[in-house]
Structure formats: C-alpha cells, structure tokens
C-alpha cells in the first residue's frame, strides 16, 4: 500500500518543520509528502526542501483558496492508493501508517479518522486545550470516543480514505466550514466503510492563545450549521448540548436576582461539573495547573460553540 500524504498549510512553517521531521520517523516506509502551500505569506518551501533527500516530498505554492480546496488539489498530484490528511500543526506517531495499514487491511477500511492528543512538552495552555477537545465533560465524546467506531465523522487534522472513494465521492465542496464533516457524510451515503481508528492519534498542537482558541470555537459551532445546510439533520442533540448549557448558564445567573432557590441549585450543578473538570484535567495532565486551566478553556469552549451555532442559525 502506498500512502500519499496531503497536508495543507498557511502561515506555519516552524510547525510545518515539526510535522515533517515526526513523518520522516515512519516505521512504515512506502509514502510521499504532498504540500500545498496555501497563499501563506510566511512561505514554506524552504522548510519543504530541507526535506528533499529524507522523504518523498513536493511543495506547491497556490492563491489562497481555504484549506479543503487546498487537499483537492493535493489529491489531483497524488500518486498513492489511499489518501492521509494531516493538519500543519500535528506531530505524527512513528508507528502511526503501520497502524492504519493494518486496520485497513483488518476491517476492510475505505476511510477512515483519527482522534488526537497532547505531547508532554505542549504548553499548558495547549494541554488544556486539548483537555477541553476531548473530554467527556465537553464535547469531547464525538472527537474520538464514540462507543460505535463506524459511527464517527473524520476530521480534516487527522483523516484519510481511498483513491476509490475519491473517484466515486469527489472531493472537499468547501474551503473551511466543517468541509471535513460534510466529506464524512458523503462517503458513508455511498456505502463506503468509514470508521474511526482510536489507535492512529495524532499529537495536535491546536491554537497557541486563548482568544484565538475562542475564535476557532466559535466557528466550529457555525460550521455545523454549514453542514446542516448539504445534509439535513446533521444537527443532533449533542450538537446543541453547549447552546443548552449556555442557555442554562445564563438562567441560573439571572435567577439570583429573582429565584434563590433556583439559583443555588443550578450552582451546585455548575459548581459540580467545574469540580469534575477540574480534578479530570488535572489527572489527565497530572498538573493542577493545567487542571485550573482546563475550567476556563472548557467553558470557554462550550459557551463559544453554542454562541457560534445559535449565530448561524439565526443568520440561515
């Protein structure tokens, strides 16, 4: 099997670097590098020819057009029988291809995705982060935790599928707004078997500050919406849970005004889950730090998904 690893980037080339020195570790061999590069100001191609002699690899500088658009024309230079998407800014496990080869191979796989985690010398900022993507006390259960493996939608930072797939389903029809979700659903519609593999994670740096961590929350619950408009009913409960959560943050402050009762029992509910927050992120961290870190970034997270959804769906 020969992989073809596609990897969009803008405006990343340090983290670029990172990412191709963990792909030239690979206990699986058989694979070329395929970067575009997409209208970056800060141009990657110095750090893509630093690699020439030590991996497979071209760089191809283009217009901006968004990242989903940026892999389809990576996937038009392809050479390989299956796909990998990787974001810029993930750092790859060396055993990772071997793994996903032979889940491939196992579970007769035309696709697949991939959960992530955190590396030990991530900031503590970023292990919060990543505390608030994955944890079971956010949204975390729909990134790389479901019960049901054939039940999980692949994300562009860790995803792949079949040179078949791409012949029958196509590409990305989106440059940045949940495109990867609304690839997911697409090739499940066409019967292919797409499934998560827990053991092919990748180490994702995600955002370097807390606004922009915001920001990207934010977008992530309008990019629901977006899918929503390609695939009706794409929006499930747990989808609207941050609203929900949100919404009720916002009652059981207002009630201290006019409700006491209601009051403190909604703050022995809030005040329980941020307990549960904090003692999950500080054992999953071993850090109280980024255990105290982790109340803020997970509300932080759900307040803006609800408040990014809602936006969206007001505006549609």
Known sequence: MFFSII???????????????????????????????????KKSEAIANGFENRLTIQYHYQENTGQGFARNYGMKLAKGDYFVFF?????????YLNILKSNIERHSLDAHGGPDAALGDFTDLQKAINFSMTSLWTTGGIRG????????????????FSRKVYERVGGFRDPNQGEDIE???????KGFNLQLV????????????YISFLKQSFSFGGNRVNVNRFHPGSIKLVHLMPLFFSIAFLVIV?????????????????????IAVFISGTVANRSVKVGFMS???????LFSYGAGLLFKLIKR
């Open 198 to 209: 827990k053991d092919a994670f990748v180490y994702h740096k995600r955002r370097n500050d």
């Open 7 to 41: 990897i969009p980037v803008y405006n990343r080339p340090q983290e670029l670097s990172e990412l191709l020195g963990s792909l030239e570790g690979q206990t699986y061999g058989d694979f070329e590098v395929i970067i575009i590069d997409d209208g970056s100001s």
């Open 254 to 274: 207002t009630a201290y005004f006019y409700n006491k009762p209601m009051f403190i029992i909604g703050s022995v509910v809030f005040g329980f889950w941020t």
């Open 87 to 95: 974001d810029s800014d993930c750092i790859i496990p060396e055993d």
């Open 145 to 160: 935790k479901v019960v049901d493996p054939r039940k999980y939608q692949a994300r562009g930072y860790n995803m792949g």
């Open 295 to 301: 109340i803020f970034t997970s509300y932080g997270q």
């Open 183 to 189: 690839l997911s659903i697409r090739i499940k519609k």
